[in-house]
């Protein structure tokens, strides 16, 4: 598979103070991956910078082979789509004019609302189980229906990357499990930050760890995700047992302190 993303001797800041320093990984295509560290480790900022809405303080970030500052806003918009944490779309539009947001990259001047680029954006509100909810107004929609708005306006935008910082939070468990599948099919790639470790490792090809300023090698979850690694990074105890139908390893996680 070829790389997506190259990041190399990458450090980030958020406003003055710096928070990740010199991390080095690459990203090959269709590959699903999770950012995950304790709050405040900067998996926000990094992801911002992979965006390409925030510049490094050094290194860089390479999407397809190109800087994301040296393309245009169109070209940029076409490459990568983002779902913040906790965005919160304008609160007079429609629930299908957000996600027809996403199609901007791709229409030309005034040419939203034609026949075909209302069947995307329809097909865009099926593929977060809100088919029929087009003409919803977003503030009367659940905390977990307008994420799933905002991430069918990232699906629109068909991009070969799709960033997400902390896609599940506000969902059902059921929505929960569906876009985490969802991540995992989607024929593009997916950077992800999670908090949930046991998710993210059944549903992530492999994971970043931040912790104090750096990053662990972006490795396969029984890897990335060791018990001695979750001690140190998270203070939480973790083992691995095999589901008793399935026999698929699955991560348990207590409080330190826990009895076994
Ligand atoms: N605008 C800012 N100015 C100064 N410090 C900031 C700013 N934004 C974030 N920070 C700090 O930078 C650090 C990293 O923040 P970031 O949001 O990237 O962490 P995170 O891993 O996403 O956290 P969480 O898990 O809580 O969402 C935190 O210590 C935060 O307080």
Redesign the pocket.
């Given at each position: 598979m070829t790389a997506i993303v190259e990041v190399r001797e990458l450090s980030c800041a958020?406003?003055?103070?710096t928070?990740v320093s010199d991390i080095s990984f690459t990203v090959r295509a269709g590959e699903t991956i999770g950012i995950v560290?304790p709050?405040?480790?900067?998996?926000?900022?990094l992801l911002r910078v992979l965006a390409g809405v925030r510049k490094p303080t050094s290194g860089r970030v390479l999407v397809n082979g190109r800087a994301l500052h040296e393309l245009s806003g169109r070209e940029r918009a076409r490459t990568v789509a983002m779902v913040a944490?906790d965005e919160q779309p304008p609160a007079d539009l429609l629930a299908g004019e957000v996600v027809a947001l996403g199609r901007t990259p791709y229409l030309p001047p005034w040419g939203a609302g034609s026949a075909a680029e209302r069947a995307v954006v329809a097909a865009g509100l099926a593929a977060v189980d809100l088919t029929g909810c087009a003409d919803r107004p977003v503030h009367r929609l659940s905390g977990g229906e307008r994420q799933r708005v905002l991430l069918a306006r990232a699906l629109v935008q068909r991009t070969p990357l799709l960033l997400l910082d902390e896609p599940t939070n506000h969902l059902d468990i059921t929505h929960r499990l569906a876009l985490l599948g969802m991540a995992r099919t989607l024929d593009r790639t997916v950077v992800m930050?999670l908090?949930d470790l046991a998710m993210a490792d059944r549903y992530c090809d492999r994971i970043l760890v931040?912790h104090e300023g750096a990053a662990h090698p972006l490795a396969a979850p029984e890897a990335a995700l060791r018990t001695e690694v979750l001690d140190t990074v998270f203070g939480v105890r973790a083992i691995r047992v095999p589901h008793p139908d399935t026999g698929e390893s699955h991560l348990l996680i207590t409080a330190r302190e826990a009895n076994p």
């Amino acid at each position: 598979m070829t790389a997506i993303v190259e990041v190399r001797e990458l450090s980030c800041a958020a406003g003055r103070k710096t928070v990740v320093s010199d991390i080095s990984f690459t990203v090959r295509a269709g590959e699903t991956i999770g950012i995950v560290g304790p709050n405040g480790a900067g998996k926000t900022t990094l992801l911002r910078v992979l965006a390409g809405v925030r510049k490094p303080t050094s290194g860089r970030v390479l999407v397809n082979g190109r800087a994301l500052h040296e393309l245009s806003g169109r070209e940029r918009a076409r490459t990568v789509a983002m779902v913040a944490q906790d965005e919160q779309p304008p609160a007079d539009l429609l629930a299908g004019e957000v996600v027809a947001l996403g199609r901007t990259p791709y229409l030309p001047p005034w040419g939203a609302g034609s026949a075909a680029e209302r069947a995307v954006v329809a097909a865009g509100l099926a593929a977060v189980d809100l088919t029929g909810c087009a003409d919803r107004p977003v503030h009367r929609l659940s905390g977990g229906e307008r994420q799933r708005v905002l991430l069918a306006r990232a699906l629109v935008q068909r991009t070969p990357l799709l960033l997400l910082d902390e896609p599940t939070n506000h969902l059902d468990i059921t929505h929960r499990l569906a876009l985490l599948g969802m991540a995992r099919t989607l024929d593009r790639t997916v950077v992800m930050a999670l908090h949930d470790l046991a998710m993210a490792d059944r549903y992530c090809d492999r994971i970043l760890v931040l912790h104090e300023g750096a990053a662990h090698p972006l490795a396969a979850p029984e890897a990335a995700l060791r018990t001695e690694v979750l001690d140190t990074v998270f203070g939480v105890r973790a083992i691995r047992v095999p589901h008793p139908d399935t026999g698929e390893s699955h991560l348990l996680i207590t409080a330190r302190e826990a009895n076994p």
